[in-house]
């Protein structure tokens, strides 16, 4: 069974940095493209960022606009998990984010996902 598993969200004051994590187990992502997404009260479910490899070991990675500079995405193959490394958090970052793995960084992009986590809450104080 393919589990994607968050971890690490909590409350943090704005301008303070957290890093979330995405377990997954069932099978190896390695050659998957892995993302975050996150989901605001009485939002829609919105991309943050992806990452993917290269069959030649080259590293892709895409990000919203609005995490730009702030937020970076990594990956860890060896233990099969997918980190977002967030810095000077804003109280509109303030969302559940969700982990997901997908077949390349446009289908994540738009949305199109194989696998979701359940989500991790992120609540950033003013």
């Known amino acids: 069974q393919v589990q994607l598993v968050e971890s690490g969200g909590g409350l943090v004051q704005a301008g303070d940095s957290l890093r979330i994590s995405c377990a997954a187990s069932?099978?190896?992502?390695?050659?998957?493209?892995m993302g975050w997404f996150r989901q605001a009260p009485g939002k829609e479910r919105e991309f943050v960022a992806a990452?993917?490899?290269?069959?030649?070991?080259?590293?892709?990675?895409l990000y919203a606009d609005s995490v730009k500079g702030r937020f970076t995405i990594s990956r860890d193959n060896a233990k099969n998990t997918v980190y977002l490394q967030m810095n000077s958090l804003k109280p509109e970052d303030t969302a559940v984010y969700y982990c997901?793995?997908?077949?390349?960084?446009?289908?994540?992009?738009?949305?199109?996902?194989?696998?979701w986590g359940q989500g991790t809450q992120v609540t950033v104080s003013s």
């Open positions: 069932g099978r190896s992502f390695s050659n998957s493209a």
């Open positions: 990452i993917n490899e290269s069959d030649e070991g080259t590293t892709y990675v």
């Open positions: 997901a793995a997908g077949q390349g960084l446009g289908p994540i992009r738009s949305g199109r996902v194989d696998y």
